[in-house]
């Protein structure tokens, strides 16, 4: 009966996105890598140990960018690409480029190869897509630094970043689907 | 229905030129700051963006009416009263070590008065880019430039950039910070960096001799940023090399006191104004001479007092 009645409720929150607007989603996605961007400004630790943050505005450029390309991600990825720098002490621009980077390649891959949404493509791109943001930012900090930076504190984000996607996806699901191919069976 | 689809194509290499475009003007700006002169143009509008990043630190409305403000402020001010507390027990500790050096020296000019500023740390990133903390005390604060950054553990680093409300400090632990350091048994002096591992690699060590295992490392004062006897760290063996556990990470408490830099002025700065030794004979014989060198030194002597000034 619990169940049943759990089931029911997850059916009408998934009905209400269903129904929700790609504004009203973008302005969620917005305020939740906001909110993790803020949370995240100084160290969370659990139990003695230190948490590893995800860079939210990733993975919210990843989900953007499988929608299309548009003006108003763009803008605000860019914002928060600046927010980052300044609070990772980053040179300036780099986390926007990086970010729209992601966007664009994200919206590239959904244009060339993911436009029935194949579950493979839809696992295998946001791993493929994280790595290389990874590997920019890793590039950048060992410019900015003049030394190669390590690369595990990297890995362990890019982990967490990944599992926030998996758990965060369809929030950045703008709604809009690049339509198939004219003259292609769907 | 075509004319729709006509926009939609007209509207899609639109957004693609801007995207090009978003990503080429990204990647001058990071290639701009390549350039130091550049940067110096970048580095103010970063300032700024830094401020409105301290300001978040602010308590909001629902804070101030629940009582929450209040309660916090009260608990910071017990806690700086404990920060205030643990800094001179570490400062007598170091006693010995300055007491010292100060016995080997003659003239020696008083310890000025300590002066500082208790900061909340508003930004502290444990990223790959340079390791530095934001915190939210800025010029308006009375932070001058050159300050550096302590807690409870010891030094933490020093301000590299201010702004009205913030600063940011670069921390010991840095691969691009370097602190000339003492061992507080052996003496021993070395430049220190931070390294990828979190400890300290002490480099330009002496021919001869090296630092004690489990001996505290403390500023030497050399280079006139750190004043002599702040606590760094421990020495430490990593891998059969002698190393150094940064002793600022015991006293994570959120906060850091910025104090200001130890900054002697040089003698070119001040001047004494010597009398023409020819006139001065001729006038007052050997009585104006002496007076004289005494009224330089008295005017050269209050200012060479104060090294915490600038």
């Known amino acids: 009966m619990a169940r049943r009645r759990k089931s029911e409720r997850l059916s009408a929150i998934s009905g209400i996105w269903a129904e929700t607007g790609p504004t009203s989603r973008f302005l969620i996605g917005t305020l939740i890598v906001a909110a993790i961007g803020l949370i995240g400004l100084t160290p969370k630790t659990l139990f003695d140990t230190e948490l590893v943050w995800p860079y939210a505005s990733l993975v919210a450029a990843i989900g953007w960018g499988r929608s299309g390309l548009g003006f108003r991600p763009m803008v605000v990825l860019v914002v928060f690409g600046l927010a980052q720098d300044v609070s990772a002490y980053a040179p300036l621009g780099c986390f926007g480029f990086i970010n729209l980077a992601a966007f664009g390649a994200s919206s590239l891959i959904a244009r060339s190869f993911d436009r029935e949404r194949n579950p493979l493509i839809s696992t295998v791109a946001p791993v493929v897509l994280y790595a290389v943001s990874f590997v920019l930012v890793w590039l950048f900090a060992s410019f900015s630094g003049n030394h190669l930076v390590q690369l595990s504190p990297l890995v362990n984000v890019f982990v967490v970043t990944y599992l926030l996607h998996i758990l965060t996806a369809p929030v950045f699901d703008l709604g809009r689907r690049v339509g198939p191919l004219a003259g292609s069976m769907s | ?310």
């Open chain 2, 1 to 310: 229905m075509a004319r729709l689809r006509g926009k939609r194509l007209k509207a899609r290499p639109v957004r693609r030129y801007a995207l090009i475009v978003a990503l080429v003007v990204l990647f001058a700006v990071l290639l701009a700051q390549t350039s130091p002169r550049l940067r110096a143009w970048i580095d103010p509008a970063r300032t700024v963006a830094a401020d409105q990043l301290a300001s978040s630190a602010r308590p909001g409305l629902w804070d101030r009416i629940s009582g929450k403000a209040a309660r916090d402020e009260r608990i910071r001010e017990l806690e700086a009263e404990v920060r205030e507390l643990t800094r001179y027990r570490s400062v007598a500790i170091s006693m010995a070590a300055r007491l010292e050096a100060y016995e080997d020296m003659l003239n020696v000019m008083g310890e000025p008065p300590v002066r500082g500023v208790t900061a909340r740390i508003t930004s502290e990133t444990n990223g790959p880019f340079r390791e530095a903390i934001l915190v939210n005390a800025g010029t308006l604060q009375g932070v001058q430039p050159g300050a550096y950054a302590e807690n409870e553990g010891g030094l933490v680093g020093r301000v590299v950039q201010i702004g009205e409300r913030s600063s940011r400090v670069l921390l010991v632990a840095d691969f691009n910070s370097r602190v000339p350091v003492m061992g507080e048994a052996s003496g021993m002096r070395a430049i220190l960096f931070g390294d990828r591992d979190d400890l300290g690699t002490l480099t330009d060590l002496p021919e001869r001799g090296s630092f004690i295992l489990g001996e505290r490392v403390l500023t030497s004062g050399e280079g006139g940023i750190f004043p002599r006897g702040i606590v760094v760290g421990e020495v430490v063996e990593r891998g059969g090399a002698l190393r150094v556990e940064f002793g600022m990470n015991r006293g994570r408490g959120g906060f850091v006191r910025l104090m200001p830099s130890m900054q002697i002025p040089r003698p070119e700065e001040f001047p004494a104004e010597l009398p023409d030794p020819d006139s001065a004979i001729e006038t007052d014989g050997e009585a104006g001479v002496e007076e004289g060198a005494e009224t330089a030194a008295s005017d050269a002597l209050p200012d060479a007092g104060a090294p915490g000034g600038g």
